[in-house]
């Protein structure tokens, strides 16, 4: 498990995701399959580490001297408490699965064109030169996007 997390983590999150979408077919839903994926090895890095602090915790020992069982202990304490810097992750972590998604509908790895991606639809847009509001909307919506998400996530981190 944890050389299967080393070989995700090794790997570009965008050439995973591209390698995926290749595999399974051109499709959102694909796409979101492939960011998912080549975000699974952050959050069990993230996760593994927070369950080690929180297991060597004085609160978990004093649990287990207390007569806790070997199954109450983590699911009682040291989960809830380890799943605050993964509740921070996710919200990062969905920011660079938009960036990800509207990169994959850029290059053509997303829905076909009646779809509406923020990526396909920059794609498009960069076809008429004399209208340049074609890219700079949906560019521009991408972006504040994603630094909306980023700020919340700091506030989450800071309220942690």
């Not at 960011?35 to 060597?56: D, L, Q, Y």
């Not at 070997?70 to 996710?90: D, F």
């Amino acid at each position: 498990m944890d050389s299967a997390v080393d070989v995700l983590l090794a790997m570009p999150q965008f050439l995973l995701a591209v390698i995926v979408v290749s595999a399974l077919g051109f499709q959102t839903v694909n796409a979101a399959v492939a960011t998912g994926v080549s975000a699974v090895a952050v959050f069990a890095r993230v996760m593994r580490s927070e369950v080690i602090k929180t297991r060597r915790a004085v609160f978990v020992e004093v649990a287990y001297l207390q007569g806790g069982s070997r199954w109450h202990i983590p699911l009682r304490h040291v989960l809830p408490n380890a799943s605050r810097s993964v509740l921070t992750l996710a919200v990062l972590q969905f920011g660079l699965s938009i960036l990800v998604i509207a990169g994959l509908a850029f290059l053509g790895y997303g829905d076909p064109p009646p779809a509406s991606d923020w990526g396909l639809l920059i794609s498009v847009g960069k076809d008429y030169p004399l209208a340049p509001w074609l890219v700079c909307a949906p560019a521009l919506v991408t972006i504040a996007t994603v630094l909306s998400v980023n700020r919340i996530s700091r506030w989450l981190r800071k309220t942690n």
